[in-house]
């Protein structure tokens, strides 16, 4: 899984005016969780550069090193995050407003990923079945660190009445 990184400016303000004003400068306001237990830091970041994050391979479950305009984070420490949640406009499709929240990089998360299909089953070509993809996406538990991008599922020696079950899924550093 890819790293990557976003800078931020911390926010003093609130409200609809002023997310409005944020959003015309070319920032988006966002909301930081779990920095200190129980507060929250409302942040504004480029939303440029959160689009990029977010059509990238890995997606949602990118985990974001975010950086202060200024090159300090708060309390000078590495600040990761993951996407928690994300508002797009419904007309033109822009980022409205973003949550991150921060993860210990020595504690399993819970993320969904997708699952991608490798080959061509035999069933398919030999006996004229279909492939029928019903889980396109798992939830697995892993450390934030060892995040797939996507987990890959071989599915050529499948012949007709055949299937993958999740139990069948490779699980190394993975739970399911």
Do not use: C
């Not at 004003?21 to 480029?46: H, Q």
Request: overall charge neutral.
């Amino acid at each position: 899984m890819a790293a990557a990184t976003l800078k931020f400016e911390k926010r003093e303000t609130r409200g609809k005016n002023e997310a409005r004003r944020l959003r015309a400068s070319g920032r988006i306001p966002a909301v930081l969780y779990g920095a200190e237990k129980g507060k929250a830091f409302e942040i504004a970041v480029d939303p440029k550069a959160l689009l990029k994050i977010l059509h990238s391979e890995s997606g949602v479950n990118t985990l974001i090193g975010l950086v202060a305009h200024d090159g300090l984070s708060e309390a000078g420490r590495d600040t990761r995050v993951l996407v928690k949640e994300y508002q797009l406009d419904p007309i033109d499709h822009k980022l409205l407003h973003a949550d991150f929240y921060q993860v210990a990089m020595d504690k399993m998360l819970t993320v969904t990923v997708p699952v991608a299909l490798k080959g061509e089953a035999k069933g398919v070509k030999q006996q004229g079945g279909i492939v029928d993809f019903v889980n396109r996406e798992v939830e697995i538990e892993v450390l934030p660190g060892d995040i797939p991008e996507n987990i890959t599922v071989d599915i050529s020696e499948l012949m007709l009445n055949q299937g993958v079950r999740v139990r069948d899924l490779p699980t190394e550093g993975v739970k399911w």
